[in-house]
């Protein structure tokens, strides 16, 4: 009798550690399309690649967002903070997306808003390839922070979608090996209490939001009464929005 391949590949999934074996090995025989292909993807998956990165691509707010292995897979959680800046954005708003990563969150706020214009930015030249892919060359820069946008954009932004690293860098370690072995540590490493990064963006954001405009942070739960503090030193209004459904919290900053 010959073996059922899905049966094997769940066999194989599980005794790697795979919690969701049975869903990923249906992705996983769905994207190959020879045996010798279908044995390969299972390699890299059992060796402890992201799923993601062994698929090509992640689900992100319901698109097939294009992620390239080195890349930063796009967390679900993220999908709140997608929620919130198109709750708060206005018609035809001027969008960023910065420490955009793959650009999944450019991505879905452009499928959800009828933006006037969308930005993307990020340091990581592995990252910008692979975001232009899903928004196009012409709206995604390289370069650090706000160096990176066009300069046209300043006191324009309506919506400022910030996934900025967040991690202590003595917590890097204690990551899952698929995000601290697979991913780029810039997209990971938020400095000593995680928060370098996002007290940067948050002083910088005064001189490119629109009045009225909005920053929107994803944050860690103990971080936030910091976080607070930086955005309403940097002269923005802050706001903290926390979501049981997607266990997260985003802090908002308004340009009065």
């Given at each position: 009798?010959?073996?059922?391949?899905?049966?094997?590949?769940?066999?194989?999934?599980?005794?790697?550690?795979?919690?969701?074996?049975?869903d990923e090995a249906?992705?996983?025989?769905?994207?190959?399309?020879?045996?010798?292909?279908?044995?390969?993807l299972v390699d890299?998956?059992?060796?402890?690649?992201?799923?993601?990165?062994?698929?090509?691509?992640?689900?992100?707010?319901?698109?097939?967002?294009?992620?390239?292995?080195?890349?930063?897979?796009?967390?679900?959680?993220?999908?709140?903070?997608?929620?919130?800046?198109?709750?708060?954005?206005?018609?035809?708003?001027?969008?960023?997306?910065?420490?955009?990563?793959?650009?999944?969150?450019?991505?879905?706020?452009?499928?959800?808003?009828?933006?006037?214009?969308?930005?993307?930015?990020?340091?990581?030249?592995?990252?910008?390839?692979?975001?232009?892919?899903?928004?196009?060359?012409?709206?995604?820069?390289?370069?650090?922070?706000?160096?990176?946008?066009?300069?046209?954009?300043?006191?324009?932004?309506?919506?400022?979608?910030?996934?900025?690293?967040?991690?202590?860098?003595?917590?890097?370690?204690?990551?899952?090996?698929?995000?601290?072995?697979?991913?780029?540590?810039?997209?990971?490493?938020?400095?000593?209490?995680?928060?370098?990064?996002?007290?940067?963006?948050?002083?910088g954001a005064p001189?490119?939001?629109?009045?009225?405009?909005?920053?929107?942070?994803?944050?860690?739960?103990?971080?936030?009464?910091?976080?607070?503090?930086?955005?309403?030193?940097?002269?923005?209004?802050?706001?903290?929005?926390?979501?049981?459904?997607?266990?997260?919290?985003?802090?908002?900053?308004?340009?009065?």
């Open positions: 009798m010959t073996p059922d391949p899905r049966s094997s590949v769940i066999a194989r999934l599980r005794a790697a550690g795979c919690v969701f074996a049975e249906d992705l996983l025989l769905a994207a190959a399309s020879t045996p010798d292909d279908l044995a390969a890299r998956r059992a060796g402890g690649e992201p799923l993601e990165h062994v698929l090509g691509w992640a689900e992100f707010c319901g698109l097939r967002v294009a992620v390239d292995p080195g890349v930063f897979v796009p967390r679900r959680r993220t999908e709140f903070l997608v929620h919130r800046a198109v709750a708060l954005a206005p018609p035809h708003p001027v969008v960023v997306d910065l420490c955009c990563g793959s650009g999944a969150v450019g991505a879905a706020l452009a499928a959800a808003l009828d933006v006037a214009e969308l930005h993307a930015a990020d340091v990581d030249p592995a990252a910008v390839r692979c975001a232009r892919r899903n928004l196009g060359p012409d709206r995604v820069h390289e370069g650090d922070l706000y160096r990176a946008l066009p300069a046209g954009l300043r006191g324009r932004v309506d919506v400022l979608a910030v996934n900025a690293p967040y991690v202590p860098t003595d917590a890097i370690g204690m990551m899952p090996p698929e995000a601290r072995d697979h991913e780029p540590k810039v997209a990971l490493d938020g400095g000593a209490d995680g928060l370098d990064v996002l007290r940067r963006v948050a002083l001189d490119w939001l629109a009045p009225g405009g909005h920053l929107l942070f994803e944050a860690g739960g103990r971080q936030v009464p910091t976080i607070v503090e930086a955005v309403a030193e940097a002269g923005l209004v802050p706001e903290v929005t926390e979501s049981d459904e997607w266990h997260t919290t985003v802090v908002t900053g308004t340009r009065a």
